[in-house]
């Protein structure tokens, strides 16, 4: 059973609009969050954190919205440009400073110019 | 500077067979760490290294699945008497020391089991 759901398997966003990835997650001891990006034949590389501290972290383009309570998490992307184009993982962990995340099955993204 | 990397990128074989998949890391990163993605699904742990040792193998599904690591380096991950539910992308991710979260991946393994 998927802990950590990506529910949106592809999403398409017009140049220069907001790209709203989400994520949900159900085991409430999740604390930490992270978003990969994934380029075709590439690894997917760190994109953002946030710890259930806050509930919004923000990195210039890029902010992560956390909803405890919903046990749901948002990656936004303003404005979004056609290099966003990948596939975004979300990732949870219920300890901190570990490798031991639960990763979602991945949104592609597709940023249209 | 370089970046991990993995080989080879695209692997075949037969059911049945064994099979080693090859991990560069980041020079100098003592951390490695595999995972697999397997068609639909998220990242799947499998093993973490801290230089030689492996002190999590938690996430290896069987024990025809194993990894070994040599002078902190490069690392193999072998499968054997392969099945079709082993046909996956084989990931393989470094850090700079220590468990981190802030990992750096290489590009992946296609592994396709006949």
């Known amino acids: 059973d998927q802990q950590v759901k990506q529910n949106s398997p592809s999403l398409s966003v017009q140049e220069g609009r907001i790209s709203i990835l989400n994520c949900d997650y159900t085991n409430s001891m999740f604390d930490y969050f992270l978003w990969y990006k994934k380029y075709p034949a590439e690894g997917p590389t760190f994109l953002i954190s946030i710890s259930s501290i806050k509930d919004k972290n923000e990195d210039g383009r890029f902010t992560v919205f956390l909803n405890k309570s919903a046990k749901h998490l948002s990656l936004h992307i303003v404005p979004s440009q056609p290099g966003d184009s990948a596939v975004y993982f979300c990732a949870a962990s219920a300890m901190a400073g570990t490798y031991k995340y639960i990763f979602g099955t991945g949104t592609r993204l597709k940023v249209l110019a | 500077g370089a970046g991990v990397s993995q080989s080879p990128s695209n692997k075949v074989t037969e059911k049945g067979k064994d099979v080693e998949l090859r991990c560069d890391p980041i020079?100098?990163?003592?951390?490695l760490y595999w995972y697999r993605q397997s068609l639909g699904q998220g990242l799947e742990f499998l093993i973490y290294f801290q230089g030689n040792s492996a002190p999590d193998k938690s996430g290896l599904p069987s024990d025809r699945f194993s990894a070994e690591r040599t002078g902190g380096s490069v690392s193999t991950l072998t499968i054997q008497r392969t099945q079709q539910e082993d046909s996956a992308v084989y990931l393989c991710?470094?850090?700079?020391?220590?468990?981190?979260?802030?990992?750096?991946f290489g590009p992946g393994t296609r592994l396709t089991v006949t």
């Open positions: 991710a470094s850090s700079p020391q220590g468990e981190s979260y802030e990992q750096y």
């Open positions: 020079s100098g990163h003592t951390a």
